[in-house]
C-alpha cells in the first residue's frame, strides 16, 4: 500500500469546513488537502475491509462450512437450540445431555449474545431469499464480525488522533489483519471473542466519542447499549467496564492534580449515563443477575460512579461560591473523607454477611506474583499461563513496536480526554496480557490505534519534507525558465523572487532569537530552562541541515513502507496457519503424502451410529462438547468447568486402577473415549487429571502435584501410571504388557489414524441409569419449576461422601481449614522444584557433571517429517526434561534426540542420523526444559500458543522440535576413549 498517495501533510489545524479558492478541501481537523484524497481514503477503507473478510476465510476454503475447537461446537448446538425452540424455551432451557447425571440450565448459564445475533442473522437473510443455513452463518459470523470489529478501531483512532481521517483509515486496516484479532476470529471459529471483539471496540468508541463535547451527550446512550451488548456477549465485559471506570477515574485525578479541564459537565454526564445504562441492561442477562453491584470484580466502576457526583457537587459548589484552590481543597478533603466513612460503614454492614462475591480464580491469577493460580483446574488450561515475550511479536509483529511510539505521542502532543484512553487503555492491557496468554487479544485494538498514529506522524512529517523539496525544485525550474527568456513585464506586487525564496523552509521557527527578544530576557524576562538550551543545538541542527533532513524523511518512508508491507504478508501467513482447525488437519504421512486426518469426527460419528441414543461417553473434559455437538450422545464433563467437585470425580475414575475405576464407572458411563497417539493426547494430560482429582480427593496422591502419576526417564511409566485406566486404554493393543480385562472393559473402536479410542464398558449397573433418569429423583427450585437438578445415583454415596469441596485463597467468604492452607502452600512449593521424571524407576538421581550434560545442540525444526526414519518415540513424559531425554537416548543406543514440550508433557525421538529441512528460530524454540532453564526443549500444541508460535510453513500440527547430539554415556568404551585424548591434550 503506497501510503504516499495519501498526500499527508502536517499543518496547523484550524476548524474550518470550506472550499478555498485553490479548490482545497478542509478535513475534519482543519487541514487543507486536495478533494481527490478523501475518496482515495474510501477506496483504501474498502481494501481493508475486504482483507478483514478474505484473510478470515482461509479454513472455509480450505476444509469446507465446518465448526472448529470445542467451545464453537456448544455455541452451535445452543444456537441451534435456539432457533428451534425459541427464546423463552431457551432461558427455561435445562440440558441433561451434559454433566450426567447432574445436568446443566444453558440459557441462564451462558452469555448468549452470540447465538442471538446468529439466529437474527439467519433469519434475516433467509427472509430476505438468502438460502443459507444456520451452520453456514455460524461458520460466517467470525468472519463478518472481524469487518465490523475493524471499522470501530478506525474510529477510535480517528477520534483519538484529533479527528485525523488518515490514522483512522490506517488502524482500519491494521486491525483487519493483525494476528491478535485474527487469533479469534477465523471463520468457523464460532466463539465468543469473535463477536466480543465488535462489542468492545464499538463500547470504546461510542465512550471516547461522548468525551468531544458538551453536545456528544448522546453518544453515552450508546456507550450504555453497546456495553450491554458486549455483556450478553463475553466475560470479558469486566475488563471492559473497568477500563472505562479506570479512564474516568484518571479524568478526575488528571482534574485535580494537573487542569481542570479534564473533568467537566460533558465528563460527568458521560460516565453517569453510560454506568446507568449499561448496568441496567447486564442485570437483565440471567449469568449476570446483580453482580455489578456485589462481585469485587466490578464494584470498583460502582464507586468511581459514587464518587463522581461527590466531585461534580465539589465543583459546582466551588464554581457558585467563587472558591479559590486553597479553599477547594479543603471542601475536598472534607467531601473525600465523610464519603469514605460512609462507604466504609456501608461496606463493614455487608461483609459478614457473605454479599460480596469472591475473585474468581482467573481474575485471581491476574495479580498474584507466581504464575500458577493455586487452582489445578485452571492451571491445566496453557491459555491462562503467562505470555512470552516472543508472543508479542508473534501477534503484534511490527506494531509491537510502533505502539509505544504512539503512546508517547499522544501523551506529550495530544492530552486530550480521548487519547489519554489510549494511553490508559495501553498501560492496562500491557500488564493483563503479561500475566494470561490468552488476553493478547485485547492487545489487537490498542496496537492498531496507537502503531498507526505514530505511523501517520511520521509520514505525515515525510512526505511533507519532500513535497516542499520538489516545490522548490519546480520554483527553481520557472525561476530558471523567467530568466532565460528575460524580463517581459513588472513583477506583480507580493510575486518577487524574495517572496518565492522566503516560502521555502519548514514550518519550525529560528531558534535564534531576536535582538529585541534578547533585550527583553535582559531585562528580567524568564531566562531559558535547562530542556530550551538541550534542545536548542537539535533545532539549528534541523533548520540548517535542509538536505540532511529530507534525505532521512526519504530513507524513513522508504523503510517503514517497507516495514508495513512486510507485516501485511506476515498476517496473511499467520491468518493462514491460525485458521487451521484442530478437528481435522491436513498431515504429511511417512511416505511425505498429505493426507487428512479427520480421526475425531470419525470417533464421534461412530458414537452416533453405533449406540444407543442414551448412551453415556465417559471423556475427559475437554472433549464433552464435541460429543454432545458432534456424537450428539450424552457428556460427563465439558468446557464449562463450572463444578471443580465433579471434574476431580472424573479424574479420580481415569486416573484409578482398572478395578476401581469399574466400580465407579459403571454407575455413570456407557462407553469411555480416549485421546491417544501423541499430539495432546490424554497421556499429554494425565498429570492434570490427577491434580485436579487430588485436589478434591485427597487420597489419590500423596502430594499436591501427584508427581508419582508420571514417566520416570526413558519414558518408563510409574507404577501409579501403569496400572491406571487411562493408561491401559491408550497402550492397549500396542503394549503387549498392557491388557484390559474384558469382563470391565472391551475395546469398540479406533480411529484410521490412532487418534481416539472407544471403550465398552461391561457390567453397567442399570439400576442407576434408570434412577438418574428417573424425574422423581431430580431436586426443583420449586415445585413446578423448570430448573430441575440431577443427583448422583445411591450406589456412589460412598464416594461422593469423601469429596472435600475445593476452596482457594480467593474464598474469603467461605471458612478455609488448616488443611486447605497446606494443600495451597504445598501445591506452590512442589510446582517450583525439579521435576520428578529426572529421577529413574529405583528413585535415585543421577549426579550431573560436566561430562555427562555435554549435549551439543545442533537446531530447531518445525516438522517430524524432518527427522530420520530411524527415530524411536520415547513417549509423553519425556518431551519436557533434557535428563530423560538424554537417558532415553543411551537406552535406545542412539546419537541425537529431538524434544517438543507441551506443558509438563512432552514428546521426543531418539535416532542416528541428522534432521534434513531449513531450521527455525522463534519463541517456540527457545522454551526451556523443566528441569534445566539452561537447556531448550521446544514446543507442542499448547506449549506453541503460550510460547505464540504456530505450525511450521506447509504444516498444521503446531511442533518445534529442538535437536541435540547427546554426550556418550560414562563407562562405554566410546566415552572413556574421548575422555583419554580429553587429558592428553590438557596435559
Known amino acids: ?77 445452543a444456537t441451534e437450540y435456539l432457533a428451534a425452540h425459541g427464546r423463552e424455551a431457551f432461558f427455561k432451557w ?65 477520534e483519538c488522533s484529533g479527528f485525523n481521517p488518515n490514522a483512522g483509515t490506517l488502524a482500519t486496516l491494521v486491525m483487519a489483519i493483525i494476528p491478535a484479532h485474527i487469533m479469534r476470529s477465523v471463520g468457523g471459529g464460532y466463539d465468543n471473542e469473535s463477536v466480543a471483539m465488535t462489542c468492545m471496540t464499538a463500547t470504546f468508541y461510542f465512550w471516547v466519542r461522548s468525551l468531544r463535547d458538551d453536545a456528544s451527550w448522546p453518544f453515552a446512550i450508546l456507550t450504555g447499549i453497546a456495553y450491554y451488548c458486549m455483556v450478553a456477549t463475553w466475560g470479558g465485559y469486566i475488563f471492559v467496564l473497568n477500563m472505562i471506570a479506570l479512564h474516568a477515574l ?18 460527568f454526564r458521560a460516565y453517569v449515563i453510560f454506568y446507568a445504562i449499561g448496568t441496567l441492561g447486564a442485570i437483565q442477562i440471567p449469568i449476570v443477575g446483580l453482580t455489578p453491584l456485589k462481585s469485587m470484580e466490578q464494584l470498583g466502576a460502582l464507586a468511581v460512579f459514587l464518587g463522581y457526583f461527590l466531585l461534580k457537587f465539589i465543583c459546582d459548589k466551588a464554581e457558585k461560591e467563587k472558591m479559590d484552590a486553597h479553599d477547594k481543597w479543603a471542601l475536598t478533603r472534607k467531601v473525600a473523607i465523610a464519603g469514605a466513612v460512609a462507604g466504609g460503614i456501608v461496606v463493614g454492614a455487608l461483609w459478614p454477611t457473605g454479599y460480596f462475591g469472591p475473585l474468581s480464580s482467573r481474575i485471581r491469577g491476574l495479580f498474584v506474583q507466581h504464575t500458577r493460580t493455586g487452582n489445578p483446574l485452571v492451571d491445566s488450561v496453557a491459555e491462562h499461563q503467562p505470555t512470552s515475550p516472543q508472543a508479542y511479536w508473534q501477534y503484534l509483529n511490527v506494531f509491537c513496536y510502533f505502539a509505544p511510539f504512539g503512546m508517547i505521542g499522544e501523551m506529550v502532543n495530544n492530552p486530550t480526554q480521548s487519547a489519554t484512553f489510549l494511553v490508559a487503555y495501553a498501560f492496562v492491557t500491557y500488564y ?56 517581459t513585464a513588472s513583477p506583480a506586487p507580493g510575486s518577487a523572487k524574495k517572496g518565492k525564496k522566503k516560502k521555502k523552509g519548514p514550518a519550525v521557527s529560528s531558534p535564534t532569537p531576536s535582538k529585541g527578544g534578547e533585550k527583553k530576557n535582559k531585562k528580567g524576562g524568564a531566562p531559558k530552562s535547562a530542556v530550551d538550551n538541550m534542545v536548542k543545538p537539535i533545532k ?34 499467520i491468518g493462514e496457519q491460525m485458521s487451521g482447525p484442530s478437528i481435522m488437519y491436513r498431515a504429511k504421512s511417512g511416505s511425505g503424502e498429505m ?64 478395578k476401581s475405576a469399574h466400580t465407579l464407572v459403571r454407575h455413570i458411563a456407557d462407553y469411555v473415549l480416549i485421546w491417544a497417539g501423541g499430539g495432546g493426547d490424554d497421556l499429554a494430560k494425565s498429570p492434570h487429571m490427577a491434580r485436579i482429582g487430588n485436589s478434591v480427593f485427597h487420597d489419590i496422591c500423596s502430594e499436591p502435584t501427584c508427581s508419582e502419576f508420571g514417566f520416570y526417564q526413558g519414558g518408563v511409566p510409574t507404577p501409579m501410571m501403569k496400572e491406571s485406566l487411562l493408561y491401559k486404554m491408550t497402550q492397549f493393543g500396542y503394549n503387549r504388557e498392557v491388557s484390559l480385562d474384558p469382563n470391565r472393559f472391551s475395546h469398540a473402536f479406533t480411529s484410521k489414524f490412532g487418534k481416539c479410542r472407544v471403550f465398552k464398558v461391561e457390567k453397567v449397573d442399570q439400576k442407576s441409569k434408570a434412577w438418574v433418569a428417573d424425574p422423581a429423583n431430580r431436586v426443583c427450585e420449586s415445585p413446578g419449576s423448570w430448573l430441575c437438578r440431577g443427583q448422583y445415583p445411591p450406589a456412589l454415596d460412598s464416594l461422593i461422601k469423601k469429596r472435600k469441596n475445593f476452596k482457594q485463597l480467593e474464598d474469603f467468604n467461605k471458612e478455609s481449614d488448616e488443611q486447605d492452607k497446606k494443600y495451597q502452600e504445598e501445591y506452590h512449593k512442589r510446582l517450583g522444584k525439579r521435576h520428578p521424571l529426572d529421577k529413574g524407576p529405583d528413585g535415585k538421581e543421577q549426579p550431573e557433571t560436566d561430562k555427562t550434560m555435554a549435549f551439543e545442540y545442533v537446531g530447531c525444526f518445525g516438522s517430524e517429517s524432518m527427522l530420520p526414519k530411524d527415530k524411536v518415540y520415547g513417549g509423553a513424559g519425556i518431551g519436557t526434561s533434557i535428563t530423560a531425554a538424554r537417558a532415553f537416548a543411551w537406552k535406545e543406543g542412539k546419537t541425537y534426540v529431538a524434544l517438543a514440550r507441551d506443558d509438563e508433557q512432552g514428546h521426543a525421538f531418539a535416532f542416528n542420523a541428522l534432521p534434513k529441512g531449513d531450521k527455525l528460530k522463534d519463541a517456540g524454540c527457545d522454551r526451556v526444559c523443566v528441569d534445566a532453564d539452561t537447556f531448550k526443549c521446544g514446543c507442542a500444541d499448547g506449549g506453541c500458543d503460550t510460547a505464540g508460535v504456530g505450525a511450521a510453513d506447509g504444516e498444521t500440527i503446531k511442533r518445534r522440535w529442538v535437536v541435540y547430539k547427546v554426550p556418550e554415556k560414562p563407562g562405554t568404551k566410546k566415552a572413556k576413549k574421548k575422555d583419554t585424548k580429553k587429558k592428553s591434550t590438557k596435559k
Open 1 to 77: 500500500l503506497d501510503l504516499w498517495t495519501l498526500g499527508l501533510t502536517t499543518r496547523p489545524r484550524r476548524p474550518c469546513h470550506v472550499h478555498n479558492a485553490m479548490g482545497l478541501v478542509s478535513r475534519s481537523d482543519g487541514v487543507e488537502e486536495a478533494p481527490w484524497k478523501p475518496a482515495l481514503r474510501v477506496l483504501v477503507l474498502a481494501f481493508a475491509l475486504y482483507s478483514a473478510y478474505d484473510i478470515r476465510t482461509f479454513a472455509l476454503k480450505t476444509y469446507g462450512m465446518v465448526i472448529h475447537e470445542f467451545d464453537p461446537w456448544f455455541n452451535y448446538r
Open 94 to 158: 435445562y440440558d441433561y445431555m451434559v454433566w450426567y447425571p447432574l445436568g446443566r440450565p444453558i440459557g441462564s448459564t451462558i452469555y448468549p449474545g452470540m447465538q442471538f445475533a446468529a439466529v437474527w442473522i439467519w433469519q434475516g437473510l433467509n427472509s430476505a431469499g438468502v438460502d443459507i443455513s444456520l451452520n453456514d452463518v455460524c461458520c460466517f459470523v467470525p468472519c463478518w464480525f472481524g469487518v465490523t470489529a475493524s471499522i470501530f478501531t478506525g474510529l477510535i483512532a480517528y
Open 250 to 267: 484518571s479524568l478526575a485525578v488528571l482534574h485535580m492534580f494537573v487542569h481542570e479541564r479534564f473533568f467537566t459537565a460533558k465528563t
Open 432 to 487: 493483563f496480557c503479561s500475566k494470561m496468554s490468552r488476553l493478547v487479544i485485547l492487545l489487537g485494538p490498542m496496537a492498531s490505534c496507537l502503531g498507526s498514529i505514530f505511523l501517520v506522524w511520521v509520514l505525515e512529517w515525510a512526505t511533507s519534507e519532500m513535497f516542499e523539496f520538489f516545490n522548490e525544485s519546480m520554483d527553481e525550474s520557472e525561476e530558471a525558465a523567467e530568466e532565460d527568456a528575460g524580463p
Open 540 to 573: 539549528e541542527w534541523y533548520a540548517e541541515n535542509k538536505g540532511s533532513r529530507r534525505i532521512m524523511a526519504f530513507s524513513l518512508s522508504l523503510f517503514l513502507l517497507s516495514l508495513s508491507s512486510f507485516f501485511y504478508r506476515y498476517s496473511y501467513s
Open 595 to 658: 493426507i487428512m486426518v479427520d480421526d475425531y469426527r470419525e470417533a464421534y460419528w461412530w458414537l452416533r451410529d453405533n449406540t444407543a441414543e442414551d448412551a453415556r461417553v465417559m471423556a475427559w473434559w475437554d472433549y464433552g462438547y464435541q460429543i454432545t455437538g458432534i456424537g450428539n450422545r450424552t457428556s460427563i464433563a465439558d468446557g464449562n468447568t463450572w463444578n471443580h467437585e465433579h471434574i476431580a470425580t472424573l479424574g479420580r475414575c481415569l486416573s484409578a486402577p482398572e
